[in-house]
């Protein structure tokens, strides 16, 4: 006999919003102003030291400046992004103002496919389950039957002839198919040897309304179907396939923020 086989599918939407409750990860607040580095002039020149910081993550920063002191306690730069300084020592004071912000995606959905209709799909199967199945002869006379495969391994047997009754391996199996891009969706079907656990034949949700003499046939056996693909031609669907993008983002940011570091810096005559 046959066995009934069922999508399961999860229930499809219409194209609507679906909500903004999936966001982007809030990044880190990871500001820091870098170290100067060493500095040499000749007698009579001058070199240009600038501000410069590194920033990570979901931030974004404002152009920094530097206030600068030479070695009597005068302020000889107020708020430059870069100065020009013969050797000496000073008193880098360097500021820089940023913001943190966050990402919401606002996500929706739209149809790929309807109910009912028959898709190509692409399935990897997540787990297995093994069913005994019993050839009952004569198969000459097209009595066998295995469950869910009966009518094509009865075929594939009757080939042999004379009167056959044992047991072949079939196995239940659930797949997460995809269709045209959209979200995955669960199967349940059937794998049966066919004649090797080398060359076997899969079963799924409208395969069973197509001839018997064109099989979905894999080139590996039951035992080894968990975690294999295949396709899934003429898949009757149960409910709509839809798919899930992000329709707009909506950005929030933090207060204004201010980080400042104070350095010495000394630039030597060479």
Known sequence: MKRMLTVLVAAGLSVSLVG????????ADSVKIRKFGSYSVTKGHKTTIKAKVDARGNVRIGTPVMDVWNKKGKRIVV???RARLGAGTYKVRTTVRYRSYTVR??????VVARKGSAVDATCTV????????TIVGPVDDA??????????????????GNVLQGVINVHDYTATCKVNGSNG??????????GSVDRSVVSYPGSENRDVTDPEIVNYGPEQL????????GLTLAADATQTYVRSRTTTYSPLKKKTRTQTVKIRRR
């Not at 997540?126 to 199945?133: E, I, L, R």
């Not at 969706?185 to 066919?194: E, K, V």
């Open 143 to 160: 009595v066998t039957e295995i469950p869910v495969l009966g009518d094509l391994l009865g075929v594939v047997t009757g080939l042999v």
């Open 79 to 81: 708020k430059k992004p």
């Open 126 to 133: 997540t787990s297995v389950s093994p069913v005994v199945g």
């Open 105 to 110: 995606n606002n996500y929706a959905q739209r």
């Open 20 to 27: 903004a409750s999936a966001t982007t990860a809030q990044a």
């Open 185 to 194: 969706f669960r199967i349940a079907g059937t794998i049966a040897g066919s």
């Open 226 to 233: 968990k975690g294999r693909s295949f396709v899934a031609d």
